[in-house]
């Protein structure tokens, strides 16, 4: 008897033995459908662990992306263009990331668009590398109809004052290979552009730079909620989820 149950407690607790560790101590992935471009914007922003590098990171990409551009603080901060590889699956971006490198910065856009009117956007987060306790922003561009969100989880953070309305989906984990797909949809029967075009690297470099510097600046921080200590830029606890700005 005492064997069986040792071997079903050692079976329960397989997955965690096995379960790999994130290189990142917070990622962020941000989504802005028409914000300054014809299409959308997708930026991955997160905090590296020092003991995980250096890593090779290979993230799915929608068939329509374009150039996919990158910058690291602490390391490489000029931003360059990520190698991109067809693959079976479809489009992915294979990023190297060194020692020493802190923040990592990178994304593209894509153009999913087919009616002048409908959108419907759909994004699958894949990576070869496992991830903890991220977030996904949603931002809903200003004077369109209809928005709506699949996930019934993703909760209104933003302040729609300022012309923008956010959401934001908390995700407990995403192990390596494992897809978590975004699906949004509203009407836009008359979008004008609310900044001027950029490219992307553009956007990145200067994003990158003020990342930089709140970062360097920036204290200890601890959530005000679960008081878990907080590090990098996030506006969200990586525990709890909180907005911590």
């Keep these: ?7 079903s407690l050692l079976f329960l607790a397989a997955p965690l033995l096995t379960a790999e560790e994130s290189p990142f101590e917070e990622l962020d992935f941000a989504i802005w459908p028409e914000y300054d471009h014809p299409g959308v914007l997708i930026l991955l922003d997160g ?23 990158a910058t690291f603080s602490e390391g490489d901060e ?12 479809g489009k992915w971006a294979v990023l190297d990331i060194p020692k020493g490198s802190k923040i990592l910065r990178t994304g593209f856009y894509y153009d999913p668009f087919t009616d002048s009117v409908e959108r419907n956007i759909e994004y699958i987060i894949m990576l070869n590398q496992p991830l903890e306790h991220f ?35 908390l995700v407990n984990r995403l192990a390596a290979g494992e897809q978590k797909r975004i699906s949004f949809s509203y009407q836009n029967p008359s979008f004008k552009h609310t900044m001027p075009t950029w490219q992307p690297l553009l956007i990145l470099a200067v994003v990158s730079l003020i990342v930089g510097v709140v970062y360097a600046k920036q204290n200890k921080r601890y959530c005000p909620k679960c008081k878990t200590q907080i590090s990098g830029s996030s506006q969200y606890c990586s525990s709890c989820g909180a907005n911590l700005s």
């Design 1 to 7: 008897m005492k064997i069986f149950i040792a071997l």
């Design 47 to 69: 905090t590296l662990r020092q003991e995980a590098l250096p890593i090779t990171l290979e993230f799915r990409i929608p068939n329509e992306a374009g150039a996919v551009g």
């Design 78 to 89: 000029e931003p360059f263009e990520v190698a991109v590889v067809e693959r079976a699956d």
């Design 135 to 169: 977030h996904v922003l949603i931002q809903e561009p200003p004077a369109v109809e209809n928005f709506r969100i699949d996930d019934p989880a993703a909760q209104k953070t933003g302040d729609p004052s300022n012309g923008f309305t956010n959401y934001t989906l």
